[in-house]
C-alpha cells in the first residue's frame, strides 16, 4: 500500500483512476480518519461510520447522525 506526496493514502491505487479522483477520495478518507468530539461523552475520539451519515463513537459506542463523510460539521 503506497502513499505519495501529492495524493497520500490514495496512493495505493497507483495511477488508476485519475489524479483528480485520488485527491478527492484522499481528502474524503483524512476526513473519515480524522478525531472528533463526541457530542455524548465530549471525548476526542476516532468516530466509526456504520453507514453513510450514521456515526458511531468508539468509546460510549452511542450513535448519532452526521455527515456523509465526516461526524458532524456543527463543532
Ligand atoms: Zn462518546
Same mark, same amino acid.
Request: glycine share 18%; proline share 9%.
Given at each position: 500500500m503506497g502513499r505519495t506526496k501529492t495524493v497520500g493514502i490514495a496512493g @495505493?491505487? *497507483?495511477?488508476?483512476? *485519475?489524479s483528480s479522483v485520488r485527491k478527492k477520495w484522499n481528502s474524503i478518507m483524512v476526513r473519515k480518519y480524522q478525531l472528533y468530539y463526541c457530542p455524548f461523552c465530549g471525548l476526542r475520539v476516532r468516530m466509526k @461510520?456504520?453507514?453513510?451519515g450514521i456515526w458511531s463513537c468508539s468509546k460510549c459506542g452511542r450513535v448519532f447522525a452526521g455527515d456523509a463523510y465526516q461526524p458532524t460539521s456543527k463543532f
Open positions: @495505493r491505487f *497507483g495511477p488508476r483512476y *485519475g @461510520r456504520v453507514s453513510v
